[in-house]
């Protein structure tokens, strides 16, 4: 009988190891801190992998963005989803099924790159009839068509997703391993669709916040956001707590005020609105109803204290939950609940990666540098969990942020991985404000990542050209050579950000005091959001920018020079006094040149007067066929 009870011990032990990992093998054996990992790897490969040179995991839209950019490029990728359908996370949240993300469908302007400045939702593409714009008119749609846009999105792009495919485990080969060299890839085992081993050059991973950020409010009689019921019957005439007070916290107080008797909020700190902050993550306006009914005294209820000092505990009589607050006893409310939900957020699942690429968190992020990669070459983080580098500033956690972001990670491959320069446009530098212009009051990536994302236009004075860099990363100012592969030996640099006064935002602050500066001359006290043009005779260095870091809410290093736009409620910089007259005169002071536009005779007097002949005559006299010395034009 014990031998019997052994051996049945020692089968169940078995298959729970394969079930664990998914394969023929114990754990172990898919530990790469297990010296034998090289060698089992190698083999599982060969005998049930495939190769890609890139593998995204998650076909949100993170996901699907940057397999579209690398479809573009024709370069080889897979991406694999644990579940069936893409954009899975939007059958499910929010929760109760309203974006709050704009939908800006009439904007009074034909311009595409301005009417995307006001559309959150829509991935970037050169299809027009996947604009999320097409799908509905209200300003606020319904989560539902997001899961039929991003299908749409897949299917009409042609990516390529392999689903029901889910990771368990994911490392890299290194070194030798028994059976000699090994290549330097990646290994990812997966379960579902053949339990699949896949390897990769780069792995790049867009599976957003996937686990719930419990807290220690684990107690089976707490409700999470992530299943709570949303069916508004359980809730009639009874009292409910909710823990947290962001956004889903609002969201779901707003869909319990006609049936509950009352609604309390808990909260570890001050609430955050967006139109206080800026940033989109905080509070937003459509989710504040709450607050309205609390502020005028409507059987809601805000409360703040610490979490750690805050135990929950349920009555085993009458079921009714109380809160104990062992450091404050006297201001525990007195009042029971009969429903507490738990809405405090989410964060990244970091349980597939094994000890040799794990990268560490960072609160509730990966640890990532600025050109979002892990301390593992090659292998990157997109999307919502790459946050983390502008988290609190921009919008890099949403979707109209990172659609941007994911264009930047895929210009440093294209550059890393294939030699491809980033994207630039170049242009002649006499007239180049009129461009410049054009640019800052259309601009859809800098404008949404504000003071992350920047637009860098190089001046090449012996050439008399500017080559213009879309939404580059301003963390990376210092590694601009080695990020684009453009060499700046002769050229000067001239970046264009937007960016908020520094004392403008912030819980508690009133924005609605603030107006516009009247004049030029007064735009470095400007408050609101406005335009300032950094020039650096020098590419900055690192030592610059750890400088920088000494005051926080500095966006860029010290400039050689400055010039600063006012605010534009419209975001119009394109009138000739304020704006085309003085950006042309701080070009001209850096370059040395005349930037005006000639006309014939202009130019002819130019001819006769001057000895030198200003830039905006040479095509003229050219064209006119007069012979000139080379050193008259200037």
């Given at each position: 009988?014990?031998?019997?009870?052994?051996?049945?011990?020692?089968?169940?032990?078995?298959?729970?190891?394969?079930?664990?990992?998914?394969?023929?093998?114990?754990?172990?054996?898919?530990?790469?801190?297990?010296?034998?990992?090289?060698?089992?790897?190698?083999?599982?490969?060969?005998?049930?992998?495939?190769?890609?040179?890139?593998?995204?995991?998650?076909?949100?839209?993170?996901?699907?963005?940057?397999?579209?950019?690398?479809?573009?490029?024709?370069?080889?990728?897979?991406?694999?989803e644990q579940n069936n359908i893409a954009g899975s996370y939007y059958t499910q949240f929010p929760r109760h099924r309203q974006l709050i993300?704009?939908?800006?469908?009439?904007?009074?302007?034909?311009?595409?790159?301005?009417?995307?400045?006001?559309?959150?939702?829509?991935?970037?593409?050169?299809?027009?009839?996947?604009?999320?714009?097409?799908?509905?008119?209200?300003?606020?749609?319904?989560?539902?068509?997001?899961?039929?846009?991003?299908?749409?999105?897949?299917?009409?792009?042609?990516?390529?997703?392999?689903?029901?495919?889910?990771?368990?485990?994911?490392?890299?080969?290194?070194?030798?391993?028994?059976?000699?060299?090994?290549?330097?890839?990646?290994?990812?085992?997966?379960?579902?669709?053949?339990?699949?081993?896949?390897?990769?050059?780069?792995?790049?991973?867009?599976?957003?916040?996937?686990?719930?950020?419990?807290?220690?409010?684990?107690?089976?009689?707490?409700?999470?956001?992530?299943?709570?019921?949303?069916?508004?019957?359980?809730?009639?005439?009874?009292?409910?707590?909710?823990?947290?007070?962001?956004?889903?916290?609002?969201?779901?107080?707003?869909?319990?005020?006609?049936?509950?008797?009352?609604?309390?909020?808990?909260?570890?700190?001050?609430?955050?609105?967006?139109?206080?902050?800026?940033?989109?993550?905080?509070?937003?306006?459509?989710?504040?109803?709450?607050?309205?009914?609390?502020?005028?005294?409507?059987?809601?209820?805000?409360?703040?204290?610490?979490?750690?000092?805050?135990?929950?505990?349920?009555?085993?009589?009458?079921?009714?939950?109380?809160?104990?607050?062992?450091?404050?006893?006297?201001?525990?409310?007195?009042?029971?609940?009969?429903?507490?939900?738990?809405?405090?957020?989410?964060?990244?699942?970091?349980?597939?990666?094994?000890?040799?690429?794990?990268?560490?968190?960072?609160?509730?992020?990966?640890?990532?540098?600025?050109?979002?990669?892990?301390?593992?070459?090659?292998?990157?983080?997109?999307?919502?969990?790459?946050?983390?580098?502008?988290?609190?500033?921009?919008?890099?956690?949403?979707?109209?942020?990172?659609?941007?972001?994911?264009?930047?990670?895929?210009?440093?491959?294209?550059?890393?991985?294939?030699?491809?320069?980033?994207?630039?446009?170049?242009?002649?530098?006499?007239?180049?404000?009129?461009?410049?212009?054009?640019?800052?009051?259309?601009?859809?990536?800098?404008?949404?990542?504000?003071?992350?994302?920047?637009?860098?236009?190089?001046?090449?004075?012996?050439?008399?050209?500017?080559?213009?860099?879309?939404?580059?990363?301003?963390?990376?100012?210092?590694?601009?050579?080695?990020?684009?592969?453009?060499?700046?030996?002769?050229?000067?640099?001239?970046?264009?950000?937007?960016?908020?006064?520094?004392?403008?935002?912030?819980?508690?602050?009133?924005?609605?005091?603030?107006?516009?500066?009247?004049?030029?001359?007064?735009?470095?006290?400007?408050?609101?959001?406005?335009?300032?043009?950094?020039?650096?005779?020098?590419?900055?260095?690192?030592?610059?920018?750890?400088?920088?870091?000494?005051?926080?809410?500095?966006?860029?290093?010290?400039?050689?020079?400055?010039?600063?736009?006012?605010?534009?409620?419209?975001?119009?910089?394109?009138?000739?006094?304020?704006?085309?007259?003085?950006?042309?005169?701080?070009?001209?002071?850096?370059?040395?040149?005349?930037?005006?536009?000639?006309?014939?005779?202009?130019?002819?007097?130019?001819?006769?007067?001057?000895?030198?002949?200003?830039?905006?005559?040479?095509?003229?006299?050219?064209?006119?066929?007069?012979?000139?010395?080379?050193?008259?034009?200037?």
């Amino acid at each position: 009988m014990r031998l019997i009870i052994i051996a049945i011990f020692s089968t169940a032990l078995f298959i729970a190891e394969q079930f664990q990992v998914g394969f023929a093998h114990t754990r172990v054996h898919l530990d790469d801190r297990d010296s034998n990992f090289d060698y089992e790897a190698k083999k599982a490969s060969e005998r049930n992998g495939i190769y890609h040179d890139y593998c995204i995991i998650g076909a949100g839209p993170a996901g699907l963005q940057l397999a579209h950019f690398l479809q573009q490029s024709k370069r080889d990728y897979m991406i694999l989803e644990q579940n069936n359908i893409a954009g899975s996370y939007y059958t499910q949240f929010p929760r109760h099924r309203q974006l709050i993300s704009i939908n800006k469908v009439y904007t009074g302007r034909d311009n595409k790159l301005f009417q995307e400045r006001h559309d959150w939702n829509s991935l970037l593409s050169n299809d027009e009839s996947l604009k999320f714009t097409k799908y509905s008119v209200k300003l606020f749609p319904p989560a539902d068509l997001m899961v039929q846009y991003l299908h749409d999105f897949m299917n009409k792009l042609k990516l390529r997703v392999r689903f029901n495919t889910t990771v368990v485990y994911a490392s890299k080969f290194n070194g030798q391993g028994k059976n000699g060299e090994v290549p330097d890839t990646f290994v990812l085992y997966t379960r579902g669709a053949g339990d699949v081993v896949y390897t990769c050059k780069t792995l790049v991973v867009a599976t957003g916040w996937s686990k719930s950020n419990k807290l220690n409010f684990t107690q089976p009689f707490i409700w999470g956001y992530e299943d709570m019921s949303i069916n508004t019957e359980l809730y009639i005439d009874k009292h409910v707590l909710i823990i947290g007070t962001g956004n889903s916290a609002m969201e779901t107080a707003n869909h319990l005020r006609d049936v509950a008797a009352s609604v309390s909020t808990l909260a570890r700190k001050r609430s955050a609105m967006a139109w206080q902050t800026h940033y989109v993550g905080d509070i937003r306006a459509i989710n504040s109803e709450f607050l309205d009914m609390y502020q005028l005294k409507s059987l809601n209820v805000m409360q703040q204290r610490s979490f750690e000092n805050i135990t929950i505990i349920q009555n085993p009589k009458t079921g009714k939950i109380n809160l104990q607050d062992f450091l404050h006893k006297d201001i525990v409310p007195s009042n029971e609940y009969d429903v507490v939900i738990r809405c405090t957020g989410f964060k990244w699942d970091d349980s597939i990666y094994g000890s040799r690429i794990a990268p560490g968190n960072s609160r509730k992020f990966p640890k990532i540098f600025q050109d979002y990669q892990t301390r593992t070459g090659g292998f990157y983080v997109i999307g919502t969990i790459a946050h983390s580098l502008d988290f609190g500033k921009s919008a890099g956690g949403f979707i109209h942020g990172y659609r941007y972001t994911n264009r930047v990670v895929h210009n440093i491959l294209e550059w890393r991985n294939h030699g491809v320069q980033w994207p630039s446009t170049e242009i002649p530098l006499h007239g180049s404000e009129i461009y410049m212009l054009k640019r800052l009051s259309e601009m859809p990536g800098s404008y949404q990542m504000l003071s992350f994302l920047g637009e860098v236009f190089t001046v090449d004075k012996g050439r008399g050209t500017v080559r213009h860099f879309a939404e580059f990363p301003l963390n990376l100012i210092h590694k601009f050579e080695e990020t684009t592969g453009f060499n700046m030996s002769s050229s000067t640099m001239l970046v264009l950000n937007l960016q908020y006064g520094k004392n403008f935002g912030g819980p508690g602050y009133d924005v609605m005091v603030s107006t516009p500066v009247a004049y030029p001359e007064d735009a470095h006290t400007e408050k609101l959001l406005h335009p300032w043009w950094y020039y650096y005779e020098t590419v900055p260095t690192e030592n610059d920018m750890r400088l920088k870091e000494i005051d926080p809410k500095e966006h860029l290093p010290i400039p050689d020079d400055v010039y600063i736009f006012p605010s534009n409620v419209l975001t119009e910089w394109t009138h000739t006094l304020p704006h085309t007259l003085q950006l042309r005169r701080f070009l001209e002071k850096h370059s040395g040149e005349d930037h005006r536009a000639m006309t014939g005779h202009s130019c002819y007097t130019a001819l006769l007067t001057n000895k030198h002949i200003p830039n905006g005559c040479h095509s003229y006299i050219l064209d006119s066929g007069i012979s000139l010395p080379s050193n008259s034009l200037s």
